[in-house]
């Protein structure tokens, strides 16, 4: 990138999507911690473990794969639309002249030039492409799941190692709902992303409102309150990052 086309950017437009992953990788830190405040995610790892702890009591096991199935076929459906959004986005970079007609034609919109118009698409192909990536390891952690659920044996023939593969299976649930979430977290970061072709200063505070609404989901949630924990209120395990 040569001095004159640094030169055609706006401060604006230079500070806006720093401020973006510095609120997007932030934030996954934050939501992703072992520990500290409640959350659904550690709620959920306390719930899991005594899904797996209730399995091991049951002789039929097709409930246990049906639930993990389903959990696929949301990763797998989220996986393939996005990839839909890709060629979309991908469709738009050799569409430029008529993308950037249509956004002239919106009020308080900023006209770029093709160099910003590219960085701004290809902000959006980055997101899409984590995601993506996210969703097909959620996808196949859910397969390992699966093959972890089927080599525990009947309850009259339950061993500790079995009780140890059940603890095993529920931490790679939550590092499967982990990379999932992680996933989602992208779309909605692409929803703010998108303000940036109508005005920077627009996608910074969509870039705010969209963490505040994650932050309040995730640990200030009614939903949270709710959920509580098995035990009441204290977390389960802690379940380390795959």
């Known amino acids: 990138m040569t001095e004159t086309q640094l030169a055609s950017i706006a401060l604006a437009d230079l500070i806006a999507p720093a401020w973006f992953l510095l609120c997007w990788f932030g934030y996954n830190l934050l939501a992703d911690r072992e520990h500290g405040r409640p959350s659904l995610q550690r709620s959920m790892h306390a719930y899991r473990q005594l899904w797996m702890a209730r399995m091991l ?11 993990i199935g ?3 076929s949301s990763a797998s459906f989220f996986a393939s639309t996005t990839v839909l959004i890709l060629a979309g986005l991908i469709a738009v970079l050799g569409a430029r002249p008529a993308a950037m007609a249509v956004l002239a034609e919106l009020p308080f919109a900023i006209d770029p030039s093709p160099l910003l118009w590219d960085l701004k698409v290809l902000l959006l192909i980055v997101l899409f492409v984590y995601a ?3 969703f097909t390891w959620a996808f196949r952690q859910y397969n390992y799941c699966l093959i972890l659920l089927g080599s525990i044996p009947l309850p009259d023939r339950i061993t500790e190692e079995s009780r140890r593969i059940a603890e095993r299976t529920a931490i790679i649930a939550t ?3 982990r990379h999932f979430n992680r996933g989602t977290r992208a779309y909605y970061f692409g929803l703010a992303a998108l303000t940036w072709f109508v005005h920077p200063w627009l996608f910074v505070l969509t870039t705010v409102w969209v963490i505040l609404v994650l932050f309040r989901r995730e640990f200030r949630s009614r939903l949270l309150a709710t959920l509580g924990t098995p035990d009441d209120g204290q977390a389960g395990g802690s379940s380390p990052k795959t």
């Open 57 to 67: 009591e049951r002789d039929n096991r097709i409930v246990d794969s049906q639930i």
């Open 175 to 177: 590092s499967t709902a």
């Open 132 to 134: 993506f990536f996210k």
């Open 70 to 72: 389903n959990l696929m």
